[in-house]
């Protein structure tokens, strides 16, 4: 049984920075990838923000490349996302998932909630 859990969202100004920790899936090596997902409003469709693979390749989604930076820490069994040059519209709940072959799963937790004033 997975549960995911993610940590370190909170209330910042626009510019500056966040990093958020996903824990619970066991090993990183366990599964294809660990990505995380940001949604906004409530109810709309996440959508994929960064992924790490098991060989520890990255992607990132086009808004977020150079200010986001996703990382693990393999001893740890936790995935950052490191978020700097925070903007307004990176305002969201975000979440972390695994991904098995070319499938992500269902192993959606609760969430942190990240808001940006600007």
């Known amino acids: 049984q997975v549960h995911l859990v993610e940590t370190g969202g909170g209330l910042v100004q626009a510019g500056e920075s966040l990093r958020l920790s996903c824990a619970g899936f066991g090993s990183a090596f366990s599964f294809d990838a660990i990505g995380w997902f940001r949604q906004t409003p409530p109810g709309k469709s996440r959508e994929l923000v960064a992924?790490?693979?098991?060989?520890?390749?990255?992607d990132y989604a086009d808004d977020v490349k150079g200010r986001f930076t996703i990382s693990r820490d393999s001893a740890k069994n936790t995935v950052f996302l490191q978020m700097d040059s925070l903007k307004s519209e990176d305002t969201a709940i975000y979440y972390c998932?695994?991904?098995?072959?070319?499938?992500?799963?269902?192993?959606w937790g609760q969430g942190t909630q990240v808001t940006v004033s600007s």
């Open positions: 998932n695994a991904k098995l072959g070319t499938i992500w799963r269902s192993y």
């Open positions: 992924a790490i693979t098991r060989s520890g390749s990255t």
